[in-house]
């Protein structure tokens, strides 16, 4: 991963070029953010208020997906399943009426085996895809999603005990349509929660998302973690050095799953309710355009990259519509262009990183047949 | 002995002809035949079900027709389809902008889409021969950009036509605009044949089926020329294609500019048949059922036919329009939709997951 | 005998996942617990409410009781520590009492009568369920509006625009 330049060899504006092109999509939405946060006008005190949230209600989601990257699987598409298991387990903390955080560690509890097992079962299917894991994850999410209303919508009451009449359909099974989290709303962010200036810092959440960047520090580091980044690099010499190329995939999809889940149990805690079929829906694509903003790209993804990501994307989520209103008088445009953008942003990050892994591999065709010329040229 | 081998031969004969066909699309035909037999047990009129089923596939065979080129090429699956959609709703709307009406209408969104297509085509073509390997994840992100960039321009292009724009407002198009006085059923009331003379309600919609066919025609006599034929040898063998003096990125290209101009014809029948031009984010998703419909045909990631595109569409749109009516009047479950998107995506799954891929 | 070790940590580690998604499901059981200052028949007694009653749950006033009237607290766990606030006749001086109520774990709605408890009866004389009329269940119904949907509607990715 290391850049091989030569040090000393590159003038500083080249230096300058060089670090621009690695860095294209953070820099243009420093810009971006720079234009519409004036035209927004809204006061610094509420746009850091907004940032913070959604940075602890997020980040969690996002650094879900560092270890399948790690693992060369690319974007974790997939990370909607471990969404859906833990809105799973919100819902049975919500009918057994466990509070609060109680509440939280529950449903998380109860998404851990839902989320091994679907984690199993897209790391399975990935095996059978290898090259083309990111399109067949993101069909999976689609395929799951329908796997999920059966679930919720169908076998919640007859087959699956619901107590509570409360949150059932009137028509006496499937969950209705939107579940409220009242009782643990926002318990984690406030518990142990600071202000300042204004700020409410959500202090709790933001070591639990700490721990995880702890984890996934600690992660890399173990006999696994190496492993899965020797797979990452290259599935064949991985293989050759005698790791078991596709347990590796496997855990690092089952890893990435209940992370999500957690993730996802956090996120629910702080908007304090969900939409029971629609909340999983655009929670793998806004995690990752955010990541993709922080600078990552489908084979290199930080730390560093999730929380620049979160607060450069949430922020111009936030002042997008506004200033979209304050252009062109039709607050529409701005709700559009975020869209836009999140999905522009992706394809971007997906077409940069095709194009290089296609230069590489062409480089690397030109190289062997140049060395086979040269050893022809010998042997002549 | 003799009897265990003939037994073993046969049973082999059997799976051969299963594994011809697909266990997914053998399936889903089960699947489908279940409800047409189920359909008059259930009370369901029969001839008002196959004329629903014929209506869905006129409408949108022509879309999934769109996948073959790009299939044929070793382009993969063309998750980037609403481009063309694009195309079409840019024709659909222009063509209304500029006051055509009834049939001329039609005529003129085919003409105006058709340089749409070619530069959005071009374009789009352009950047997946600098993406070879990775088109898919690709299209489908290109396919949502441009969905979403056009959702902004449908709200700032200059459009006037007051059967088009907000009528408050005066300005942006309608999220949906109805076709009554322009296109609507144009096509399908050409030659119509429509029986409910005779009390049964049956009605074929000539035009839009003699449509379809002409371009099908049109896209396998494609195939069997030299450009066709050159097609296809660079998706199941680029190197060899290469090497026999054909320009893989030229014909790539060719066939990304097919897809996406049929995908913009394909819009218009469908909106022909529909009645209604659904702009902004309606566009975003048509692209899953017609991969699920051709992949249901039998197709796979790097082979098509047209019968796969005829026999995936009836299939598909079977499902889709049979499953609601006759599963609500048998077990008054409306589980139709969870039924549809677990077989259309999961089909999607099943193909990414063979391996079929040429090269790899 | 790894393999052995491994099995007994991953057993292990589900026992105590269980176990500790059980201790939630009871620290954590939330109760929502209406406090009765009312009067209570009980035994052929007759208990009268105080004049006012102020009900502090967690050094915040959750309610001001007088004769007839109903306060709502809601509690986690299945000890409910209320102060009481207590003036028994009108203009006459507040005494501050703090108790633990015990609150059964199966309830969800529980109805305390105070005058009954106060005067230290059993647990079934002030103690009861509070059974919601189905009319009132489907008031609850109304979607509780999300803060953020993230513009999630616009985006139609539901995949229903696909079927037709």
């Given at each position: 991963m290391k850049k091989t330049n030569v040090p000393g060899s590159q003038s500083f504006g080249q230096k300058l070029l060089q670090f621009i092109r690695n860095n294209t999509v953070p820099i243009m939405f420093i810009l971006i953010c720079a234009y519409c946060i004036p035209q927004a006008g809204f006061s610094w005190s509420y746009l850091l208020n907004e940032v913070m949230t959604r940075l602890g209600r997020n980040a969690f989601l996002i650094l879900s997906l560092l270890i399948p990257v790690m693992a060369g699987?690319?974007?974790?598409?997939?990370m909607t399943l471990g969404a859906m298991a833990g809105e799973i387990g919100l819902i049975f903390a919500a009918d057994w009426q466990v509070w609060g955080i109680p509440g939280m560690i529950l449903a998380a509890i109860v998404s851990i085996p839902i989320s091994v097992a679907l984690g199993v079962m897209i790391g399975k299917i990935l095996n059978r895809s290898k090259g083309r894991e990111m399109i067949t994850s993101y069909m999976i999410s689609f395929t799951m999603n329908g796997v999920y209303q059966f679930v919720v919508l169908?076998?919640?009451?007859?087959?699956?005990?619901?107590?509570?009449?409360?949150?059932?359909l009137p028509r006496g099974y499937g969950i209705r349509n939107t579940v409220s989290l009242l009782s643990m709303r926002q318990s984690l962010d406030n518990l142990l929660a600071v202000q300042v200036g204004g700020v409410k810092i959500p202090v709790l959440t933001l070591l639990i998302i700490g721990l995880a960047c702890l984890f996934i520090v600690w992660f890399r580091k173990t006999k696994l973690g190496q492993d899965m980044r020797a797979v990452g690099q290259d599935m064949e010499v991985a293989r050759d050095a005698g790791i078991n190329v596709e347990r590796t995939r496997v855990i690092s999809m089952v890893i990435s799953t209940v992370f999500a889940g957690f993730g996802m149990i956090i996120y629910l805690q702080n908007v304090g309710?969900?939409?029971?079929?629609?909340?999983?829906?655009q929670i793998g694509m806004f995690a990752i355009a955010a990541l993709l903003v922080g600078g990552a790209s489908v084979d290199r993804a930080s730390i560093g990259n999730v929380f620049l990501g979160v607060i450069l994307f949430h922020t111009m989520f936030i002042v997008a519509p506004k200033t979209g209103a304050a252009i062109t008088g039709d607050s529409m445009i701005g709700e559009y262009f975020r869209v836009f953008v999140s999905y522009a942003v992706i394809t971007l990050a997906l077409v940069m990183y095709e194009s290089k892994k296609r230069k590489n591999k062409s480089l690397a065709g030109q190289q062997l047949a140049a060395e086979q010329a040269a050893e022809e040229e010998a042997s002549k | 002995m003799d009897n265990t081998t003939n037994t073993l031969a046969e049973q082999s004969k059997l799976r051969r002809l299963v594994n011809s066909y697909g266990v997914p699309r053998l399936i889903i035909t089960g699947f489908l035949l279940l409800m047409f037999i189920l359909a008059p047990v259930a009370g369901v009129d029969f001839a008002t079900q196959i004329t629903n089923v014929i209506n869905r596939f006129s409408w949108n065979a022509i879309m999934v027709l769109a996948m073959v080129p790009m299939i044929h090429s070793g382009c993969?699956?063309?998750?980037?389809l609403p481009l063309g959609i694009i195309s079409g709703l840019l024709g659909a709307t222009l063509s209304i902008e500029f006051g055509f009406t009834g049939g001329m209408s039609f005529l003129m969104a085919i003409v105006i889409a058709t340089p749409f297509a070619l530069v959005l085509g071009g374009g789009y073509g352009w950047m997946l021969n600098k993406i070879k390997g990775g088109e898919m994840m690709v299209a489908t992100y290109v396919g949502f950009s441009s969905v979403s960039f056009m959702c902004m321009m449908w709200l700032l292009l200059p459009y006037k036509s007051p059967t088009m724009v907000w009528g408050f407002a005066g300005k942006g198009l309608r999220t949906t605009i109805s076709l009554e006085g322009f296109y609507d059923q144009f096509l399908a009331k050409f030659l119509q044949i429509d029986l409910n003379r005779f009390g049964i309600n049956l009605v074929i919609p000539t035009g839009s089926l003699l449509f379809f066919a002409l371009l099908a025609f049109l896209m396998w006599v494609f195939l069997h020329t030299k450009t066709g034929t050159a097609m296809t040898a660079v998706g199941s063998n680029p190197t060899f294609a290469k090497a026999a003096g054909i320009s893989v990125d030229k014909t790539r290209l060719l066939s990304v500019v097919l897809s996406t101009w049929l995908g913009a014809v394909g819009i218009l029948l469908y909106e022909q048949g529909f009645g209604f031009v659904q702009i902004y984010m309606a566009?975003?998703?048509?692209a899953f059922p017609a991969v699920a419909a051709i992949l249901i045909g039998g197709a796979s990631v790097n082979k098509a036919s047209i019968t796969n595109v005829i026999i995936g569409t009836i299939l598909y749109q079977g499902l889709v329009t049979m499953t609601p009516t006759v599963m609500n009047a048998i077990?008054?479950?409306?589980?139709s939709e969870v039924i549809r998107i677990i077989v259309s995506n999961g089909m999607i799954v099943y193909a990414l997951t063979r391996k079929t891929e040429g090269g790899k | 005998m790894k393999a052995k070790r491994r099995l007994l940590f991953q057993i292990l580690a589900v026992v105590l996942l269980v176990a500790i998604g059980y201790t939630m499901t009871i620290i954590g059981r939330g109760h929502t617990i209406y406090l009765d200052s009312k009067t209570l028949e009980y035994d052929g007694q007759t208990y009268k409410p105080a004049y006012k009653t102020v009900v502090y749950v967690d050094g915040q006033q959750v309610a001001k009781l007088y004769d007839k009237e109903r306060g709502v607290a809601t509690c986690i766990g299945q000890t409910l520590t209320v102060t009481l606030e207590i003036t028994?006749?009108?203009?006459g001086t507040e005494e501050v009492y703090a108790y633990n109520i015990p609150v059964p774990r199966k309830m969800d709605n529980v109805i305390i009568n105070l005058p009954g408890f106060l005067a230290g009866l059993p647990e079934e004389a002030y103690l009861s369920e509070f059974i919601p009329s189905p009319d009132e269940v489907a008031a609850d119904e109304t979607d509780v509006p999300?803060?953020?949907?993230?513009?999630m509607e616009d985006m139609g990715m539901g995949d229903e625009s696909a079927a037709q």
């Open positions: 699987m690319g974007m974790n598409f997939g169908f076998m919640m009451g007859p087959i699956i005990p619901i107590v509570h009449d409360s949150l059932k309710n969900f939409p029971t079929y629609t909340a999983h829906t | 993969g699956l063309n998750f980037g566009p975003l998703n048509m077990v008054h479950l409306d589980i | 028994q006749q009108k203009g999300s803060d953020d949907d993230f513009g």
